[in-house]
Nanobody, 124 residues
């Protein structure tokens, strides 16, 4: 089992920045690909970003490319999502995910472990 705990969400004005963190415990963190998803009310959970085990490869949804950066610190068992130039449409609950052998990174059903989520609200 892997336990994931997100933090760093909050309320910010459009154009602002937030950094989300996800602390992992329970297994060897460096064995897992890590990802971020988000879900707005009434919408399906959507892929935001992912980072491979070593941190050498990163993936982003088109909607956040150039604005969001995913990174990881394997020594701290933590993955981060730096969010800049935030827009009202980025408002959602953000979830951290982990998987050892994720096949389809952008498909939420491919991921085994999830955190409880942290809310991000961007005002216009």
């Amino acid at each position: 089992q892997v336990q994931l705990v997100e933090s760093g969400g909050g309320f910010v004005q459009a154009g602002g920045s937030l950094r989300l963190s996800c602390a992992a415990s329970g297994r060897t963190f460096s064995d897992y690909t890590m990802g971020w998803f988000r879900q707005a009310p009434g919408k399906e959970r959507e892929f935001v970003a992912a980072i491979k085990k070593s941190g050498g490869s990163t993936y982003y949804a088109d909607s956040v490319k150039g604005r969001f950066t995913i990174s990881r610190d394997n020594a701290k068992n933590t993955v981060y999502l730096q969010m800049n130039s935030l827009k009202p449409e980025d408002t959602a609950a953000y979830y951290c995910a982990a998987d050892r052998t994720v096949i389809s990174i952008s498909n939420s059903r491919s991921w085994d472990y999830w955190g409880q989520g942290t809310q991000v609200t961007v005002s216009s």
